[in-house]
């Protein structure tokens, strides 16, 4: 046992400190870092995604390999879609994919929704088959202007397929 002396106002103060007082005071400060840890993780999840879906927002332009451009250049609009994938859970894709005013965002969210989770609604494929909204495309160094049904139609995705379970 160890004593140790603490002034307070002048006056001296004997505390005994023993082993149970410093792991309680240790988990107690622990636990208020892990709390701090995962509220600041869970804000940076957030802003994080909409940091992303505002990228893809403002580069408008849906890219559909990774590549683009006559030499070959590393596509920005797939990199922000792989962190959108990697940052993003299902429902706030599918959330996105349903809802987001921007067709390029909705289009990238309906791939990383399907990549992340198997099972697609039904009213999903529904509005994405019927979705006649324009967008830019680009393959390499052809740039369109297509229709988001044509663009998800060349990928396989609005029809039933084996790889696609759908819920009714």
Same mark, same amino acid.
């Given at each position: 046992?160890?004593?140790?002396?603490?002034?307070? %106002? #002048?006056?001296?103060?004997?505390?005994?400190?023993?082993?149970?007082? +410093?792991?309680? &005071?240790?988990?107690?400060?622990?636990?208020?870092?892990?709390?701090?840890?995962?509220?600041?993780?869970?804000?940076?999840?957030?802003?994080?995604?909409? %940091?992303?879906?505002?990228?893809?927002?403002?580069?408008?332009? +849906?890219?559909?390999? +990774?590549?683009?451009?006559?030499? #070959?250049?590393?596509?920005?609009?797939?990199?922000?879609?792989?962190? !959108?994938?990697?940052?993003?859970?299902?429902?706030?894709?599918?959330?996105?994919?349903?809802?987001?005013?921007?067709?390029?965002?909705?289009?990238?969210?309906?791939? %990383?929704?399907?990549?992340?989770?198997?099972?697609?609604?039904?009213? !999903?494929?529904?509005?994405?088959?019927?979705?006649?909204?324009?967008?830019? &495309? &680009?393959? #390499?160094?052809?740039?369109?202007?297509?229709?988001?049904?044509?663009? !998800?139609?060349?990928? #396989?995705?609005?029809?039933?397929?084996?790889?696609?379970?759908?819920?009714?």
């Amino acid at each position: 046992m160890k004593f140790y002396a603490i002034r307070l %106002a #002048g006056t001296s103060v004997l505390k005994k400190w023993n082993m149970q007082s +410093y792991l309680k &005071t240790f988990l107690f400060i622990s636990f208020l870092c892990n709390i701090s840890i995962i509220t600041s993780a869970q804000s940076k999840t957030i802003d994080s995604v909409h %940091a992303i879906v505002q990228a893809i927002a403002k580069g408008n332009v +849906y890219e559909k390999s +990774y590549t683009v451009g006559y030499a #070959g250049s590393i596509s920005k609009q797939h990199e922000r879609f792989e962190q !959108l994938l990697a940052v993003a859970t299902a429902p706030e894709l599918l959330h996105l994919a349903q809802q987001h005013p921007n067709a390029v965002v909705r289009l990238y969210a309906y791939q %990383a929704f399907k990549r992340k989770n198997a099972v697609l609604e039904k009213e !999903l494929l529904l509005q994405f088959a019927n979705d006649h909204s324009i967008v830019f &495309t &680009t393959s #390499g160094c052809v740039r369109e202007k297509r229709t988001v049904r044509s663009v !998800l139609a060349d990928t #396989g995705t609005t029809s039933i397929d084996t790889n696609v379970i759908i819920n009714p």
